[in-house]
């Protein structure tokens, strides 16, 4: 069984570095075609697609977050990682990480989510 | 930048069927997907490649497409499917994930 969890700081302040660490069980990063992004949901608000990696290390981010996010995978430690600068109140939002399994060509399952409030 | 576009609302009574559109201009081109949202939860995966649902979705759910329009319908609705619906495509290039705004389904 394929399982995501999502870990990192609750709380961060207007301007820091956001890091966030995607933890996989059930799935491998080195597998041929395996792929993990990472999507936000502001509350109350719809969910909004952040970045995605694949096994090969290929990237892909939100045209209008482009320059303020990093993704990047661990192998050794089964892990993805999404880094965002220069946070705002307006990053508020559960962040998800979620997979596409080839059996559901295209779509995701997901991790429970970690709520990230940005406040001073 | 891509917009997939869904009414914020529909209301239905227990038993009655549901639709919920999505509607963008690559969707004639690209595989829409649709996810249930309960409060407090992670979305969930309902149909995938326009109509097909995954292993364990009950078959009240059904989606179809039909040029920039696709639906989510959902046949005798009981009201345990109070949610929130998201449609999901891609862009153009089909590079780029591209969620719905969102709809709230409210059972009467």
């Known amino acids: 069984q394929i399982t995501l969890k999502e870990s990192g700081p609750t709380l961060v302040k207007p301007t820091q570095t956001l890091t966030l660490t995607c933890i996989l069980s059930g799935l491998s990063l080195n597998t041929t075609g395996v792929d993990v992004a990472w999507i936000r949901q502001p509350p109350g608000k719809t969910l909004e697609w952040l970045a995605v990696i694949f096994w090969d290390d290929d990237k892909r981010y939100s045209p209008s977050l482009r320059s303020r996010l990093a993704i990047t995978k661990d192998t050794s430690k089964n892990q993805v990682l999404l880094t965002m600068t220069n946070m705002d109140p307006v990053d508020t939002a559960t962040y998800y990480c979620?997979?596409?399994?080839?059996?559901?060509?295209?779509?995701?399952?997901w991790g429970q989510g970690t709520l990230v409030t940005v406040s001073s | 930048s891509y917009e997939l576009t869904q009414p914020p609302s529909v209301s239905v009574s227990p038993g009655q069927t549901a639709r919920i559109t999505c509607s963008g201009d690559?969707?004639?081109?690209?595989?829409a997907y649709w996810y249930q949202q309960r409060p407090g939860r992670a979305p969930v995966l309902v149909i995938f490649k326009d109509s097909e649902r995954p292993s364990g979705i009950p078959e009240r759910f059904s989606g179809s497409s039909s040029g920039t329009i696709v639906t989510l319908t959902i046949s005798g609705v009981q009201a345990e499917d109070e949610a929130d619906f998201y449609c999901q495509s891609a862009d153009s290039t089909g590079s780029h994930v591209v969620f719905g705004g969102g709809t709230k389904l409210t059972v009467l």
């Open positions: 690559t969707l004639p081109k690209q595989y």
């Open positions: 979620a997979h596409r399994p080839f059996t559901l060509r295209g779509g995701f399952v």
